[in-house]
């Protein structure tokens, strides 16, 4: 399969701030690229970068097989970007919103008309598409932005935090549309400061931070990084907490540990469900007083917060 982005050692500066040092980016054509990481790390000047926006410094980047610096007025026809902001004009209507970006793609008035109308259905916008963004809810409008991202049929999409902002309802509208953009074979990079987000959709993950690549995988070689699973539980006593320890130490792959009043133990293990039932059956056994167990597996949370350092955005409120 073919590589849609390819981008080595970009280096971006902005006049002592290194935005971007030396990132490598490789994403087969047809997948969806989730990049991930915190505040600043470089995620919105990777994708000004790969889409015209902005030119690096130093290193290089394909899009779509074409040079973003070299090739830049031939690549503009074959991507397409949505920003953290819905890119349109709220005095016109939907329609005419997506009709003028046809008419700058050069799909000629009968083309573009057509095609406005058809993503007008597409995104649930008939009913809408005569009235003024103006009055449309925030929702709306990033659909209709996604919408506008669209009009030229792009090989490759760019969404830059495409639901930022919206309410929860709204948020899960927009990853139906986008998986549904996914399952048509459509080549796309994904920033998002919602970590589900990215464990939802893409396929690959690229967790960025001070402008490089520090992890990549999928969502669950992530996770298996930081740990693997682990049994969380919690005891009515510090005897019940050592005799737990005890219990559940031949079940560890690693060091149990306890909070500071030592009634709530962590176990690191592997198995699955089946160590949660042999864990229970052991304290059972030895009468220890439980009052919560479960086996949980590292988030992406944890993933972010192990490789970067930092809380996430989401859990930060910067945003």
Known sequence: MADAIVAEGLVKRYGSVVALDGLDLTVPQGSVMGLLGPNGAGKTTTVRVLTTLLQHDEGRARVAGLDVVADAKELRRKIGLSGQYAAVDENLTGFENLDMVGRLYHLGRQGSRERARELLARFDLVEAGDRPVKGYSGGMRRRLDLA??????????????PTTGLDPRSRLGMWDVIAELVAGGTTLLLTTQYLEEADRLADKIAVIDHGRVIALGTADEL??????ERLELTVASAEDAATARSVLAPLAIGDISA?????RLTVPV???AAVLVDGVRRLDAESVKVLDIGLRRPTLDDVFLTLTGHATEEEQGEK
Not at 148 to 161: H, I, K, Q, S, Y
Not at 223 to 228: F, L, W
């Open 223 to 228: 996770k298996n990084q930081v740990g693997g």
């Open 259 to 263: 909070d500071e009043r030592g009634h």
């Open 148 to 161: 506008g991202a669209l009009v030229a049929r792009p090989e490759v999409l760019f969404l830059d935090e």
């Open 270 to 272: 592997s198995g699955g």
